[in-house]
C-alpha cells in the first residue's frame, strides 16, 4: 500500500497575494516493509484577480492554475490538488492508495483531481481510502466517534455508517476511532490496516501515515529561512509580486 499526505506554510501574505511552501510525500509498504519513498517540495504564488486565484508554480513543471476561492483557503485547496495528483501518478494494478483525510470535494478543484483519481484506480482495479483523525458526525445528540468508542467492543472492530463511510478501531489497545472513506470493500480494507496500526508511536493508527505526516510537515524553521531570503532581496515597492517571482525562481534554482 502507498500511504500520502501532505504539508504547507505560508512565507508571505498580503491582502492580494500569498507565497507558501507547500510538500507532499508518498511512502509504499508491504505489510511493515518499507519498500520506497518519495517527497516533492514547491513554491506557490497566489495572487488574487476579483474572485479568482492565479496560481503559478515554482520547483515543478506544473503549469499556472486559475480557480474561484479566498486566498485563506487557497493553500489548502492546492495542497489537496497535489496530493491527489500523486496519488494518481502512483496507482498500481490492484494496488491500495491510502490518503490523508476523506474523499470528500470542498471546491471544483479538488471535485475533478478525485474524478480523475478514481477513474484512473478503477482503470487498474486499484483501491483508494482516505482515513481521517477527525470528523463532525454527530449521533444522538453526541460525536459518533466518542458514541462508538465507548460502546463499542475492546478488539478492533468496523462500523458501516453509510456506502461510503465507516468508523473504525484498528489496535485492541488503541483509545482512538478514525473516520474511513472508500467505495471499495471497507472490511478487507481495514482488515489491510492492522499490521500497520500496531506502532506504539500511535497505537491504533497504520505508522507510514505517521511517517508521512512527519515527512510532509513544512516546519517554521523552513518558513522562516524562506521569508528571510525573500525579505532580504525584495523591493519594498509596487513590483513586490514582480520581485518575489523572481526570488522564488532563484530559490528553486538553487
Not at 74 to 93: P, Q, S, W
Not at 135 to 152: C, D, W, Y
Amino acid at each position: 500500500a502507498t500511504y500520502i499526505d501532505g504539508g504547507s506554510g505560508v512565507v508571505m501574505a498580503t491582502p492580494s497575494y500569498l507565497v507558501a511552501l507547500v510538500r507532499v510525500y508518498a511512502v509504499t509498504y508491504k505489510d511493515v516493509q518499507k519498500l520506497s519513498a518519495q517527497k516533492k517540495s514547491c513554491f506557490v504564488h497566489l495572487a488574487k484577480q476579483g474572485t479568482t486565484i492565479l496560481a503559478t508554480f515554482y520547483g515543478t513543471q506544473k503549469p499556472p492554475i486559475s480557480f474561484d476561492s479566498e486566498i485563506e483557503s487557497a493553500v489548502d485547496i492546492i495542497r489537496k490538488v497535489l496530493e491527489l495528483e500523486l496519488a494518481r501518478g502512483l496507482i498500481t494494478h490492484e494496488g491500495l492508495i491510502v490518503l490523508d483525510g476523506d474523499l470528500e470535494a470542498e471546491e471544483p478543484m479538488e471535485a475533478k483531481a478525485f474524478e480523475l483519481l478514481h477513474e484512473t484506480a478503477k482503470n487498474a482495479n486499484a483501491q483508494i481510502v482516505a482515513l481521517s483523525k477527525t470528523n463532525r458526525f454527530i449521533s444522538k445528540g453526541e460525536a459518533t466517534v466518542a458514541l462508538l468508542m465507548r460502546s463499542g467492543p475492546r478488539e478492533p472492530w468496523l462500523y458501516r455508517h453509510n456506502q461510503k463511510t465507516s468508523f473504525v478501531k484498528l489496535n485492541t489497545r488503541s483509545k482512538y476511532v478514525f473516520r474511513l472513506d472508500s467505495i471499495s470493500n471497507h472490511r478487507d480494507i481495514a482488515a489491510s490496516l492492522l499490521a500497520q496500526s500496531a506502532d506504539p508511536v500511535f497505537l491504533g493508527y497504520p505508522y507510514a501515515l505517521v511517517e508521512a505526516d512527519k515527512r510532509a510537515r513544512v516546519t517554521f524553521q523552513e518558513v522562516r529561512q524562506a521569508k528571510l531570503l525573500i525579505d532580504a532581496r525584495v523591493k519594498k515597492s509596487s513590483d513586490l509580486a514582480l520581485d518575489a517571482h523572481s526570488v522564488l525562481d532563484r530559490l528553486n534554482q538553487g
